[in-house]
């Protein structure tokens, strides 16, 4: 089993800095990807951001410029700082982590608030 557990959430104001971890423990297999999804209010769940065991990263097109991805693959953790945030990132935001061949398994975090306003 995998369990994923996040940190960083809180109240921000427009145009601070944030930042969330995800700390995976368990059967961690040496390639896998993590990532981040978000969901606002009334709104589908938003996948924002994503990086492989190897670094290559991935970001919508909604974060691109403003959040940064990055993982230390020897504490199983994954990291995204998030700058100059705007009203319209408030969300829960969920790590999840793919792993498992031939059909990857996905496991989820339980969710961080990210509140941002004045």
């Known amino acids: 089993q995998v369990q994923l557990v996040e940190s960083g959430g809180g109240l921000v104001q427009p145009g601070g800095s944030l930042r969330l971890s995800c700390a995976a423990s368990?059967?961690?297999?040496?390639?896998?990807?993590m990532g981040w999804y978000r969901q606002a209010p009334g709104k589908q769940r938003e996948l924002i951001a994503t990086?492989?065991?190897?670094?290559?990263?991935n970001y919508a097109d909604s974060v691109q410029g403003r959040f940064t991805i990055s993982r230390e693959n020897a504490k199983n953790t994954a990291n995204m700082q998030m700058n100059s945030l705007k009203p319209e990132d408030t969300a829960v935001y969920y790590c999840?982590?793919?792993?498992?061949?031939?059909?990857?398994?996905?496991?989820w975090g339980q969710g961080t608030q990210v509140t941002v306003s004045s």
């Open positions: 990086i492989t065991s190897g670094g290559t990263t």
């Open positions: 999840y982590l793919d792993q498992g061949i031939p059909s990857a398994r996905r496991y």
């Open positions: 368990g059967s961690i297999f040496n390639r896998n990807t």
